[in-house]
């Protein structure tokens, strides 16, 4: 019998030992019911369990198939990161709109029904409510007190929201506030989209490196395979550089009405040389005798030209592989067409 979905989700939290049941597409009521079910975690198919079967014998058999599934390891690393939190220190239950977040970012199989219900239930309290209750806000004036001096209503938030609340007392305010601030960046609807945004970019960061990983293990049987190689090698640096960058400066596009409209040569103007170094920079001040020369479209070989052309005396000429590379980001940017 599959599970109420509708039901299950408007549980407080769940325990471990029911996500693995809910995510296996059967009933945990079942098991704690004593009307035994055995499930296949892979296939999700149930069956009646032998009568002798207690309902912590079948949950540990199910917890055992779970691990080949790889779904106990990511609930245990999901727990231990922080990326999942117990509802209340020291109780190993969570809350079940977090874990099903959490399973379907990880692009883990969920039941199709699950999801479903998730979303009309997601959508709903959007409906109703389109407050975020900031747990930053909540706790504004209270960061630099003991959980002992807390009121009542401020330390349930803390024991059920806070980052570590066990590590309240053995921390200072700054680092209090900056948890507090993290916890309101995932939970947040306004910034979820950016947070999306980042995982997909971690994602797409590590199937690079696996790929290129691949390549460099491979032995090239031929001038040509070798050939092709360093050539499949150079595209996914020159990928892994784009990715990489967009990490580290948040992969935000421009998103205002100005900014969109605005023309590769004003952002350049109102962008701060200053901060620029090496390459990008030789390539930002040189842009307009490349583009008047070259055209919009220049490519390495003609950057590099108008580049050995401008260099101060001593100043090392760049690799054709690094300007390339520089290219794709600087008009991922938008700084040049």
């Not at 996914?236 to 009405?257: D, I, W």
Request: net charge neutral; with cysteine.
């Amino acid at each position: 019998m599959n599970p109420d979905y509708v039901k299950w989700l408007k549980k407080p939290c769940w325990s471990k030992i029911e996500i693995l049941y809910l995510v296996a597409g059967a009933d945990p009521s079942h098991a704690i019911n004593d009307e035994a079910i055995e499930v296949d975690i892979d296939s999700g198919e149930s069956w009646p369990a032998p009568s002798d079967e207690t309902a912590v014998a079948l949950a540990v058999k199910l917890a055992a198939r779970s691990t080949k599934s790889g779904l106990v390891d990511l609930l245990n690393r999901a727990i231990k990161s922080g990326d999942l939190r117990p509802t209340q220190a020291g109780v190993e239950c969570y809350r079940p709109d977090e874990v099903v977040r959490f399973l379907l970012q990880k692009e883990f199989s969920v039941p199709q029904e699950l999801v479903s219900t998730f979303n009309a239930r997601s959508t709903k309290v959007t409906h109703l409510s389109n407050t975020f209750d900031s747990l930053t806000k909540a706790l504004e004036g209270w960061f630099d007190k003991s959980l002992a001096e807390l009121p009542a209503d401020k330390r349930e938030r803390v024991e059920r929201d806070f980052p570590h609340p066990e590590r309240w007392d053995e921390t200072d305010c700054v680092w209090r506030r900056t948890h507090s601030e993290q916890w309101d960046f995932r939970h947040d609807p306004a910034t979820r989209e950016e947070m999306q945004r980042g995982l997909d970019l971690v994602n797409e960061k590590f199937k690079i490196e696996g790929q290129m990983r691949e390549l460099e293990l491979m032995r090239a049987q031929t001038p040509l395979e070798l050939e092709s190689q360093k050539r499949q090698l150079a595209d996914l640096r020159a990928r892994l550089e784009v990715v990489s960058y967009k990490l580290e400066t948040g992969g935000r596009e421009a998103s205002n009405a100005s900014t969109a409209t605005e023309t590769p040569r004003a952002r350049r103007a109102r962008h701060d040389i200053a901060t620029e170094r090496g390459c990008r920079r030789l390539i930002l001040e040189n842009w307009d005798k490349i583009e008047a020369e070259y055209g919009p479209n220049a490519d390495g070989r003609q950057v590099l030209r108008v580049l050995k052309r401008n260099l101060d005396k001593g100043e090392k000429e760049p690799a054709l592989k690094t300007i390339q590379n520089r290219l794709i980001i600087l008009r991922n940017e938008k700084l040049i067409p």
